[in-house]
């Protein structure tokens, strides 16, 4: 099977999640900077979901940049990554409408770390499709970012039921950590056309 039906899809899911997140920023009540403080606590939740949101969906536009098929199993994996991702609205406007209280926090960090084993998981079945030897196989390797992001979202939970600012500072950290698209695909793309 060819990609393109799954890209196009995929790209679709990642606006429609856009769109849900940025529906969830209600205008204020006020025309001062007063009547935005309440809102202060919505915005940042927000601002760190749509960073989550666009490093995945480079990371996967990358991902699939460096393959030239799919199967069932990649259908499967990839809607399994956009089930994770589209809940990614809900806890964001449930940690910011509660203050970054423990239960949305630690909500919201369940849902990262499925996000992530999710896309670990869709790597996994493209590099097995497609060979270790394969472009993707060589430029992906153990993966070394993508676990240690997954331990991080782990311990990010349950420092959640001690303090929350903590875990929110661990999402931080792993969101700064995937800022920068994932070079090692690059790397091996370059290097194959040279």
């Not at 960073?51 to 799919?70: S, T």
């Amino acid at each position: 099977m060819q990609k393109g039906r799954l890209e196009a899809f995929s790209d679709g899911v990642f606006a429609i999640i856009i769109t849900i997140m940025v529906l969830e920023l209600k205008v204020p009540h006020g025309d001062d900077l007063h009547a935005l403080a309440p809102l202060l606590p919505v915005f940042i939740s927000y601002v760190l979901s749509f960073v989550f949101v666009a490093i995945y969906w480079n990371n996967h536009h990358h991902l699939l940049h460096a393959v030239h098929k799919i199967n069932g199993a990649i259908l499967w994996a990839n809607i399994h990554l956009l089930f994770w991702l589209s809940l990614i609205p809900f806890t964001t406007a449930w940690m910011g409408e509660n203050n970054f209280t423990t239960l949305p926090v630690a909500a919201y960090g369940v849902v990262l770390f499925m996000c992530g084993l999710a896309y670990f998981l869709l790597a996994t079945c493209l590099v097995h499709h497609h060979g270790k030897d394969s472009i993707l196989g060589r430029a992906l390797g153990m993966d070394i970012k993508g676990r240690v992001s997954l331990v991080i979202y782990a311990v990010a939970i349950l420092f959640a039921f001690i303090q929350a600012w903590v875990s929110y500072g661990a999402y931080i950290c792993v969101a700064i950590m995937w800022l920068v698209p994932d070079r090692r695909i690059e790397k091996v793309l370059e290097q194959g056309h040279q």
